[in-house]
C-alpha cells in the first residue's frame, strides 16, 4: 500500500510540474492535476490536504535553497564555499525553468505556501550567512547584503534572458554571459576574503 501511494504521489507532483512548465503555477488546481495525471480528486486531497500543501510539497523538491545541504563548509575554504554555492544557484537557474517560474510566481503573489517557503529559506540563508561570517571575520550585514545582492540579481537576470538578450554588454541568454558573472562573483569574494 505504501508503495503504491508513493508511485501515486510521485504521479500527482509529476502532473504538477508539466502544468507549471506549459502554463505556470497560477495554472495549478485541482482540476488540472485530476486532468493531468488521471489521479482523482479524492486521492489528491487525501495525500495532500490541499492545492496549498500539494504545491508546498513540489516547491520544497525543487527550490534551491531547500534542496541542498549547506552546513558541511570547510574549515580552509570559506572563500571557494561561497563562491560555489552561487555558482550552483545559476546552474539551477539555468537548467530549472520551473525555479525561474516560482520565483515570477513568488513576485506576484502572496499566499500561506510562499510565506513558508519564504521562511524557510530565511533560515536557510541566516545559518549560511552565520557560518560564513564566522569563519571569515566579516560582519554578518555585510554577508547578508552581498548574498542579497548576487542571488536578487541572478534572479532576476535569468527572468530577464526569457525576453532580453543583453544586460551592461553581457550575452545573459548565452553561456559566456553566466560565465563572466561567475568570473565577476569570483573576483568579489576574492577581494571580500583577501
Not at 492535476?33 to 525543487?62: C, H, M, P, W
Amino acid at each position: 500500500m505504501i508503495k503504491n501511494r508513493e508511485l501515486t504521489e510521485q504521479k500527482i507532483l509529476a502532473a504538477v510540474e508539466q502544468i507549471i512548465e506549459k502554463d505556470g503555477f497560477e495554472a495549478v488546481g485541482v482540476n488540472a492535476v485530476t486532468a493531468v495525471s488521471g489521479v482523482n480528486k479524492v486521492l489528491i486531497y487525501r495525500y495532500f490536504d490541499s492545492i496549498d500543501n500539494l504545491l508546498a510539497k513540489y516547491i520544497e523538491q525543487k527550490d534551491f535553497w531547500l534542496v541542498n545541504d549547506f552546513t558541511i563548509i570547510p574549515e580552509n575554504g570559506v572563500k571557494e564555499f561561497a563562491k560555489e554555492i552561487f555558482h550552483q544557484y545559476i546552474n539551477m537557474l539555468k537548467t530549472s525553468p520551473v525555479l525561474r517560474k516560482l520565483y515570477r510566481w513568488e513576485l506576484s503573489t502572496n499566499n500561506p505556501v510562499i510565506e513558508n517557503i519564504r521562511k524557510k529559506r530565511e533560515e536557510i540563508g541566516l545559518q549560511i550567512i552565520e557560518a560564513v561570517s564566522e569563519m571569515s571575520g566579516q560582519d554578518k550585514k555585510i554577508v547578508a547584503a552581498i548574498s542579497s545582492l548576487i542571488t536578487g540579481s541572478v534572479s532576476y537576470l535569468y527572468m530577464l534572458s526569457e525576453n532580453c538578450d543583453v544586460y551592461n554588454s553581457l550575452l545573459i541568454n548565452e553561456d559566456s554571459g553566466w560565465n563572466t558573472l561567475k568570473e565577476g562573483i569570483d573576483f568579489m569574494f576574492n577581494k571580500i576574503f583577501e
